[in-house]
């Protein structure tokens, strides 16, 4: 019987195999950031082991870095001490280290790909649970926590379960103005933050194939938010494309080597998954969450759901308290909903094109009174780009605040956060109880709706904006 | 890591599902460097509220924690874990488990147990009726016992049997040497190296 994309990058990677044990697999690439890893150099360092393989590890500056005055010691203690603490092992064990000020700082999962590290067959690994974003390549992807790391770190390998193939096909075409996020926020919300769990999901169909290398990281980026183990897209064209020329990509005869190999990884027509789910993307419309967990999500033009609508208690309980948290009523519109602030950025929403998109939408106009913006690239290398194409002077002159690369109010580990009881369209990944801030409050959306969203003061997509004048109409 | 063979305590019953790894330990608690000291952020935000299971007199000291399915789900912080054990806890039974979460704990020795939503609504109102009542988590037999309840549950014998050990995997897969250096030989030219080295 045939293979799955994911069984084949798997069983490439096999180190040791033994009946009722995990597989030992080689891991390609290891990236590291300030916050998962101190721990796991402490334990090196403890147990007198080296980086088996530097060659393969990188890091970056991410979590903790401000978006202001990066010029300026960071005013944090505790913040300073875990990037000193990243510097130092860094230095003391040789791997390389991408600091805050850096032209390739940024978020990791940002940073791997458009390096040209990540590439199609192989295992990437990071103390992130958003390491899924690198399948959109075709690699296997997987988060891991800070003992893994170690291991990693030590062995340049990790031990791993076996894991359950689920296909999430999409066919057809996304209609105008719906993107790969809604996409896969409709996806969570269908199969469920648990449904996943123990899978490794490859997104299929046409609607994925006509994607961008970017928005199909925005797919893999959030396969975690279903509790998946990774998410993987087959690569073909789009994939070696964004790749050619890059500064890791392979060159000359290895390049050619490299796509032969990479040809080879798409799932055998004969090969069975264990769970299918099957998706018609002329259906979708702009997606919009309006509870707590990813998964409590519904269409823009819906409104907030009555919790006694739900079939199962558990759903019906936690439907409760998230409304209860997020201060909504059942019946009320989504498109009422008004925030206090907007984030464009982070790892799932945070390269060039999410900031085009955001762009386009709010060129020449002004965002509502009262509504505060924030635009994060998700590295400098975006940021540089993006200034070389005016987008920064887009969003400063629609009243927007243009900052420096990282993650940001996705996770407010840096003073960019909510405050109690504060309203943001973020699209961001995760909308969980004080996930930007203490009492803060999440919808999670995309550029597109963020930007429209930002200009019209409640939610709304791009194409509620007919009412909004740009200064030439006024 | 410290070997886990079986526990006996009283449960903390939390009835949520998708408890969260940012519930469980904040993220302004991850700039620490160290794997202690993480005890006063777990679930910070809900202890703020005095009526919060954890903060109730009859459940203090309790050692196993009984919550709603898709538990530890979102981020991979192992802190979420550390800070669990370091407030005390032993086990945490629910009916389903985030994936990198369930490794973490079963890496530093917090036994995770799952068992069906039926026996984990037992388990809750046994601890909500009469909150001393103990509960063994016993991982030799695999069998969870409370004063009428008796269940067991699975676990696959290659964790069971580092658990029962306490063995480290770092030495245990250290022992492949040979099988590493072997495999990387055959790893293909093109692919990706960050540096040279």
């Given at each position: 019987m045939g293979r799955t994309l994911a069984e084949k990058v798997w069983d490439d990677h096999v180190v040791r195999r033994a009946e009722g044990e995990p597989d030992l697999l080689y891991i390609d690439l290891h990236l590291l950031h300030e916050v998962t890893s101190p721990?796991?150099?402490?334990?090196?360092?403890?147990?007198?082991?080296?980086?088996?393989?530097?060659?393969?590890?990188?890091?970056?500056?991410?979590?903790?870095?401000?978006?202001?005055?990066?010029?300026?010691?960071?005013?944090?203690?505790?913040?300073?001490t875990q990037l000193e603490t990243l510097r130092k092992n860094c230095g003391e064990f040789g791997v390389r280290l991408h600091p805050l000020g850096d032209t390739e700082q940024g978020v990791v999962h940002v940073v791997g790909p458009q390096l040209g590290l990540t590439q199609p067959g192989t295992t990437v690994v990071c103390g992130d649970s958003h390491t899924s974003t690198h399948g959109a390549f075709g690699a296997l992807a997987f988060g891991i926590g800070t003992s893994q790391v170690e291991h990693v770190l030590a062995t340049q390998t990790l031990p791993m379960a076996p894991f359950r193939t689920m296909a999430v096909t999409v066919n057809g075409e996304l209609p105008e103005g719906v993107t790969a996020k809604d996409l896969i926020l409709a996806i969570i919300a269908r199969i469920g933050t648990g449904g996943g769990q123990g899978y490794v999901i490859e997104y299929r169909g046409e609607a994925i194939e006509r994607l961008s290398m970017e928005a199909r990281m925005t797919i893999c980026n959030m396969s975690i938010?279903?509790?998946?183990?990774?998410?993987?897209?087959?690569?073909?064209?789009?994939?070696?494309?964004?790749?050619?020329?890059?500064?890791?990509?392979?060159?000359?005869?290895?390049?050619?080597?490299?796509?032969?190999?990479?040809?080879?990884?798409?799932?055998?027509?004969?090969?069975?998954?264990?769970?299918?789910?099957?998706?018609?993307?002329?259906?979708l419309a702009p997606f919009v969450t309006w509870g707590t967990n990813p998964g409590q999500g519904a269409p823009l033009t819906a409104s907030v759901p009555d919790p006694r609508s739900f079939a199962d208690p558990g759903d019906r309980v936690a439907a409760e308290k998230a409304l209860e948290y997020m201060g909504l009523a059942p019946g009320q519109?989504?498109?009422?909903?008004?925030?206090?602030?907007?984030?464009?950025?982070?790892?799932?929403?945070?390269?060039?094109?999410?900031?085009?998109?955001?762009?386009?939408?709010?060129?020449?106009?002004?965002?509502?009174?009262?509504?505060?913006?924030?635009?994060?690239?998700?590295?400098?290398?975006?940021?540089?780009?993006?200034?070389?194409?005016?987008?920064?002077?887009?969003?400063?002159?629609?009243?927007?605040?243009?900052?420096?690369?990282?993650?940001?109010?996705?996770?407010?580990?840096?003073?960019?956060?909510?405050?109690?009881?504060?309203?943001?369209?973020?699209?961001?990944?995760?909308n969980f109880e004080g996930r930007q801030g203490k009492g803060g409050r999440t919808h999670l959306v995309s550029p597109q709706v963020a930007a429209a969203t930002a200009l019209t003061g409640h939610l709304a997509s791009p194409a509620d904006l007919a009412d909004v004048p740009t200064p030439a109409e006024v | 890591m410290e070997a886990f063979t079986t526990h006996t305590g009283r449960a903390v019953p939390l009835r949520r599902s998708n408890v969260d790894t940012d519930q469980i330990i904040p993220a302004h608690w991850l700039k620490k460097v160290t794997r202690d000291g993480f005890e006063d952020g777990l679930f910070e935000s809900w202890r703020r509220d005095p009526e919060f299971v954890l903060n109730q007199e009859a459940h203090r000291g309790a050692t196993v924690l009984v919550a709603g399915p898709d538990f530890g789900t979102g981020s991979s912080r192992e802190h979420a874990v550390w800070a669990l054990q370091n407030y005390g806890f032993k086990a945490v039974i629910s009916p389903r488990f985030a994936d990198i979460f369930r490794g973490n704990s079963l890496k530093n020795g917090l036994l995770t147990v799952v068992l069906p939503a039926a026996t984990v609504e037992a388990l809750w109102e046994l601890a909500e009726r009469e909150p001393g009542s103990e509960v063994t988590v016993d991982l030799v037999a695999r069998r969870v016992t409370a004063p009428g309840i008796e269940a067991d549950f699975d676990l696959d014998e290659n964790a069971r049997w580092r658990l029962l050990e306490g063995l480290d995997d770092i030495s245990l897969t250290l022992r492949e040497e040979a099988a590493i250096a072997d495999f990387e030989s055959r790893r293909p030219v093109y692919k990706p190296r960050t540096q040279a080295v």
């Open positions: 721990q796991a150099f402490d334990g090196l360092r403890k147990s007198g082991r080296r980086v088996r393989r530097t060659d393969l590890t990188l890091a970056t500056e991410d979590h903790n870095t401000p978006t202001l005055d990066i010029d300026k010691p960071i005013a944090d203690p505790v913040s300073r938010e279903a509790g998946a183990r990774a998410g993987m897209i087959a690569p073909d064209e789009t994939t070696f494309a964004y790749l050619e020329g890059r500064d890791h990509a392979p060159e000359g005869a290895d390049w050619d080597a490299a796509v032969a190999y990479w040809r080879t990884l798409r799932t055998d027509e004969d090969a069975a998954f264990d769970h299918e789910v099957v998706i018609d993307a002329a259906e519109r989504l498109r009422e909903i008004a925030v206090d602030t907007v984030f464009v950025g982070s790892c799932t929403n945070g390269r060039i094109e999410d900031l085009r998109s955001a762009a386009e939408v709010l060129r020449g106009r002004r965002i509502a009174e009262g509504v505060r913006m924030l635009v994060v690239p998700g590295s400098v290398r975006v940021a540089l780009q993006a200034v070389d194409e005016g987008l920064d002077r887009v969003f400063t002159e629609a009243g927007a605040e243009w900052r420096h690369a990282g993650c940001s109010m996705c996770l407010g580990m840096n003073p960019d956060q909510l405050s109690p009881g504060e309203r943001c369209a973020s699209t961001s990944n995760r | -």
